[in-house]
């Protein structure tokens, strides 16, 4: 069984400073990871993922995660947060034995920019 | 490239009455997947189709919904005789496999309200 935990579901940053949105999985197996962004009356996007490989990711806008089996860990960061990151941001696990719908979702957390 | 498209985009029915939620995969996408998301809760995993086919639908209730990807034609989510329960947010996504390395490319969702 799979499950995800995202410590906070509100976390509020100003404009410039460092994005800091925590994740951890739990699985069974290797795990593949994922984080989506979801703005307003919108579906989920792919920021990144982890599969394989360099355990440093990054994706689109800026946004890099480190897997880190040792802590069960898959954190999302920015250095800079900008006014249109402002979004919810949802952390999705899914093992190598299943396919990639089967991904269990984490119950998202809401990013609020201050000006 | 028009992306996934899901129609209605809202919703409103009466307990008792029927919810047919459509979703249009991207062009040259055969592999749809349909979520449930809940308030405050992240995506949940209802059902994977391939078209004319039910590949895994061990997210479903087992009563009153019902899902099919026909050969011509959109995706359907079918609920009958909604409760208020089924209130939520319905997403499908769309991906040309059902490999991890492939993305899977989210609709903005059928926001259905069970009066």
């Known amino acids: 069984a799979q499950s995800v935990t995202q410590l906070g579901s509100h976390v509020s940053v100003s404009e410039g400073a460092l994005v800091l949105l925590r994740c951890n999985y739990s699985?069974?197996?290797?795990?593949?990871l994922f984080w989506y962004v979801q703005y307003p009356n919108q579906g989920l996007q792919l920021l990144l993922k982890?599969?394989?490989?360099?355990?440093l990711v990054k994706g689109i806008n800026g946004f890099e995660a480190e897997f880190k089996k040792s802590e069960t860990s898959f954190h999302l960061t920015k250095p800079s947060a900008h006014m249109s990151d402002a979004a919810e941001y949802f952390c999705?696990?899914?093992?190598?034995?299943?396919?990639?719908?089967?991904?269990?979702f984490g119950d998202g957390t809401t990013l609020t920019v201050k000006p | 490239n028009a992306g996934v498209m899901q129609n209605p985009r809202h919703l409103v029915r009466r307990r008792g009455q029927e919810a047919r939620l459509r979703c249009s995969p991207m062009k040259g996408h055969s592999h749809v997947y349909w979520y449930r998301q809940l308030p405050e809760e992240g995506l949940k995993f209802m059902v994977y189709?391939?078209?004319?086919?039910?590949?895994?639908e061990s997210g479903m209730p087992k009563e009153r919904f019902s899902a099919e990807f026909p050969k011509e034609g959109p995706s359907i989510l079918r609920i009958q005789q909604v409760v208020r329960g089924d209130s939520a947010a319905y997403f499908c996504?769309?991906?040309?496999?059902?490999?991890?390395?492939?993305?899977?490319?989210f609709g903005p969702g059928t926001r259905l309200l069970v009066l």
């Open positions: 996504a769309s991906s040309t496999s059902n490999l991890h390395q492939e993305t899977q490319y």
């Open positions: 189709l391939q078209k004319e086919n039910i590949i895994d």
């Open positions: 699985s069974s197996v290797p795990p593949y």
């Open positions: 982890y599969t394989t490989g360099a355990t």
């Open positions: 999705a696990v899914s093992d190598q034995g299943t396919n990639a719908g089967k991904s269990t």
